[in-house]
């Protein structure tokens, strides 16, 4: 074995599986608490007010609520968000490390969009009432 | 044997620093252990589920009411699907955020790219099916996102050819939602596992 290696099983596998068990109990507990909701049967006639999304396309319902143009900034980061490891942002990281020094702008880049996707969910969730005005949430 | 693929998926090797748990939280295995629960519940479900306009409603009913350990079943099955989103975001903001998508594993990030819209894809399908007012206009108000994209009025004729909730959308839901979306999920997490083991290990290591 070289110097600093380690044979994966058991060292890579045991946390891999001790986490796998970890999730799945956790999810066995939860959806005793977490029951999943069911409203009365699907009728076009009656429109709620608001309609919302799914939960994980809110972000993008919120978004397009101030401008339907603001579509086109989702669909312009949406290259670069899949050709990141080919822009020219610095030298890869030189070992495992969060927040390398050398993809600082990457970095900020990603924790802002990140923070705006979920700020304009939670704003969507919990802040728009009937006509999609904003309301308070409790 | 499913010991020694899984064994064969992976390096035989890796660099003890690289196994910090802190570096991955394990992320990816548990965005796929959740798929794996998501499929073994699906598998249940689809012995009471109808995917009709009639019948669907009704058959989440029974399920719920009448079924020993269907409404946990379902409730199982929902949250797992709300977990394999949050972790598989989670992971791919991990990759940006350790530089793990530069090269040479950029191959590996685009698969991974395509598995994260997928598992929006999936969810997505999956929102409809029960056909209470929640599923509709979820989904609707989906369409009516789409309808903003470029050629989106195009996409939505595939995804909708008869209106959102009607027979023929229903049914293209629900194949999209228990065989195509996971079949594509499950090639592309074998390719991902795949291409770990050819880049020798999860994180940058040199």
């Not at chain 2, 020993?68 to 949250?79: E, M, N, T, V």
């Not at chain 2, 228990?178 to 770990?196: N, W």
Request: net charge positive.
């Amino acid at each position: 074995m070289k110097r600093g290696y380690v044979k994966s099983s058991p060292h890579f596998f045991r946390p891999v599986k001790v986490s796998m068990l970890l999730l799945v109990a956790a999810l066995i507990g939860l959806a005793w608490l977490i029951p999943a909701p069911l409203q009365e049967q699907a009728d076009i006639a009656r429109v709620p007010n608001p309609v919302k999304s799914a939960w994980f396309l809110l972000w993008i319902q919120e978004l397009v609520s101030y401008s339907k143009y603001l579509i086109y900034l989702v669909l312009a980061l949406t290259p670069l968000f899949l050709f990141l490891p080919w822009l020219p942002i610095g030298t890869p990281a030189a070992k495992a490390t969060w927040f390398p020094k050398e993809q600082r702008l990457v970095t900020v880049t990603a924790l802002a969009l990140a923070a705006a996707v979920l700020a304009l969910t939670l704003v969507a969730l919990f802040f728009r009432g009937p006509n999609w005005q904003l309301v308070a949430p409790f | 044997m499913i010991k020694d693929f899984a064994r064969h998926l992976f390096p035989r090797a890796v660099l003890q620093r690289d196994l910090t748990f802190t570096y991955t939280f394990c992320l990816g295995g548990l965005a796929f252990t959740s798929f794996l629960v998501l499929a073994a519940t699906g598998a249940l479900l689809l012995f009471y589920y109808q995917p009709t306009p009639a019948a669907a409603y009704p058959s989440i009913l029974l399920l719920e009411s009448s079924v020993y350990g269907g409404k946990y079943l379902r409730s199982l099955h929902r949250l797992a699907s709300h977990f394999f989103l949050v972790l598989i975001v989670l992971h791919t903001l991990r990759v940006i955020l350790t530089g793990a998508c530069a090269k040479p594993r950029e191959l590996n990030w685009l698969t991974g790219c395509a598995l994260l819209m997928l598992a929006v894809f999936e969810g997505y399908t999956g929102y409809l099916l029960p056909m209470d007012q929640l599923a509709l206009w979820a989904t609707q108000t989906g369409m009516e996102l789409v309808n903003t994209l470029p050629f989106g009025a195009a996409l939505r004729t595939v995804l909708v050819p008869d209106g959102v909730g009607e027979p023929m959308s229903l049914l293209r839901f629900y194949v999209l939602h228990i065989l195509v979306v996971p079949g594509a999920v499950l090639l592309l997490s074998s390719l991902h596992f795949y291409r770990v083991r050819k880049n020798k290990g999860v994180l940058p290591y040199l």
